[in-house]
């Protein structure tokens, strides 16, 4: 190596720029263990053309593959972003949730940075996919990684739809979703996902007002964490003692009879109700002590929060809010009127439950009794002493 050859050496643009100068005239980075090298520094000397080509491959250099970007080819990125952009409209329009887009970007950005972004999508391969659902598996369990496994699957066959590839891509056996028997043998393992007659009791005596409504909303009438957070005033006639309200997941409609208790907390609440800071949240039911409503990042996600945390005071472990749902409905089974039961929990019929979509409503009397069988096992009455 010559003094010349040093002198006319580079340094770095920046001191975060991720190449260096090697000797050999080229910009080059230590990767796995050895050295690669993106194009020369006599011709580039601020790096600009290097470190867009690190960019592109990095992602394939650091997974220890051989870069398989094609000028012109339909790469991951490509098919990745036309997902999202196809999917971002749709959350505009509201027919998608931000919780469910936001599923859909976690899940396309760990594909892109697993499989290379700039991997041409003509060449991946079963072995790719498999190595993929390894990835899944080590970070989540096996509910999440199955549901990413559908999206990774929805993007590509979105692309074949869309046109922007020429064939289907070849997943093979080694990235299907886990089976419903281990999800079974999962779930059987946690044990049930429903509350006792006693920690709901313990719950509500730690409850303030704001929450003692919404405790009593989610299991006089299955109410989730969305309903709850988007539940406007006028819903409730709290002189005749109903809620009428359509499911905000499914848009199905409910009548949901309310019982003394939760008619008498919800007035608690709107007689000590703050003035949200936002007037756009004046129709909104609940509004915490800070003037907010209760829908934060995700709709429901406050109420999530709240509900964490009084469940902690009141030392019950191992339950979440939407958790009332699931035990609604095992409790609400008892009454014996598994239709009445589907239309408090605002349940939409299935495509092939011919007398669900024929059924155009559940009489009144047949929704209180199925109201007041719950209410029964959460607030027993007390035999008279002889």
């Not at 997941?249 to 949901?256: E, F, L």
């Not at 495509?351 to 155009?360: G, L, P």
């Amino acid at each position: 190596m010559t003094k010349s050859t040093l002198a006319a050496r580079p340094s770095k643009p920046r001191p975060d720029f991720p190449l260096f100068p090697h000797a050999t005239g080229r910009w080059a980075k230590k990767v796995c263990g050895k050295l690669q090298y993106f194009g020369s520094w006599r011709d580039d000397p601020r790096g600009e053309r290097a470190e867009n080509n690190w960019s592109e491959t990095k992602d394939d250099l650091l997974a220890g593959r051989k870069p398989r970007a094609r000028d012109g080819a339909v790469t991951v990125k490509l098919v990745c972003d036309s997902f999202l952009t196809f999917k971002e409209a749709a959350l505009e329009s509201g027919e998608l949730a931000q919780r469910t887009f936001d599923g859909y970007l976690s899940a396309c950005t760990l594909m892109a940075a697993t499989l290379g972004r700039s991997t041409p999508v003509d060449t991946l391969r079963p072995e790719d996919f498999q190595a993929l659902r390894g990835v899944f598996t080590k970070r989540w369990g096996l509910v999440r990684t199955g549901n990413t496994i559908q999206v990774v699957r929805s993007v590509f066959k979105y692309a074949a739809d869309a046109d922007l590839i020429e064939r289907p891509v070849k997943f093979g056996p080694g990235f299907k979703k886990p089976s419903a028997k281990s999800i079974r043998k999962l779930r059987a393992a946690g044990g049930p996902r429903m509350f006792s007659a006693e920690e709901l009791r313990a719950v509500l005596a730690k409850a303030d007002t704001i929450a003692k409504g919404m405790v009593l909303l989610g299991i006089n009438g299955a109410m989730g964490n969305t309903d709850l957070a988007l539940l406007p005033t006028k819903a409730i006639d709290l002189k005749a003692g109903w809620l009428i309200y359509p499911r905000s997941k499914t848009a199905v409609p409910r009548r949901i009879p309310l019982w003394p208790e939760t008619v008498a907390a919800i007035k608690e609440h709107i007689a000590t109700r703050i003035t949200p800071k936002d007037p756009t949240d004046a129709a909104l039911l609940f509004i915490s002590q800070r003037g907010l409503n209760y829908i934060g990042k995700y709709k429901g996600y406050r109420v999530t929060a709240a509900m964490d945390r009084l469940m902690a005071a009141a030392g019950v472990t191992g339950r979440s809010f939407y958790d009332l749902r699931r035990t609604f409905q095992t409790i609400a089974e008892g009454a014996r009127d598994l239709s009445a039961v589907q239309a408090v929990m605002g349940h939409a019929a299935a495509a092939d439950d011919m007398s669900a979509i024929y059924r155009q409503a559940v009489e009144d009397e047949r929704l209180k009794a199925v109201t007041d069988h719950v209410r029964a096992w959460l607030f027993p009455k007390k035999r008279k002493a002889k």
